[in-house]
């Protein structure tokens, strides 16, 4: 199983960027999946999350979605500001087969970068 994160980049105050994380390889389900962000010296934090019915929780003005066909999330950064700078990375909960309990399973981080 992996995650695979896209889509960040460089963009000016007030930009928008749209974080995609999918998940590939052999599994029955994915349940909840989140976003983080780690800005430079900073502890990382939880940005959104999204279970497998859609259920959100959000932590400031982005907003997530997935699309369970393709087993992806998304996160959506409209008025982007410089404080948004960090690495950010996705997890899941991934259950490799029915009978088995979920795991944890991380993407590598994109970085965003929102500079003037």
């Known amino acids: 199983v992996q995650l695979q994160a896209s889509g960040g980049g460089s963009v000016q105050p007030g930009g928008s960027l749209r974080l995609s994380c999918a998940a590939s390889?052999?599994?029955?389900?994915?349940?909840?999946m989140r976003w983080y962000r780690q800005a430079p010296g900073k502890q990382r934090e939880l940005v959104a999350s999204?279970?497998?019915s859609d259920d959100a929780t959000v932590k400031g003005r982005f907003t997530i979605s997935r699309d369970n066909a393709k087993n992806t999330v998304y996160l959506q950064m409209n008025r982007l500001q410089p404080e948004d700078t960090a690495v950010y990375s996705c997890?899941?909960?991934?259950?490799?087969?029915?009978?088995?309990?979920?795991?944890?399973?991380w993407g590598q981080g994109t970085l965003v970068t929102v500079s003037s």
């Open positions: 997890n899941a909960d991934i259950r490799s087969n029915w009978g088995r309990a979920t795991a944890l399973y």
């Open positions: 390889g052999s599994f029955v389900r994915v349940h909840t």
């Open positions: 999204i279970t497998s």
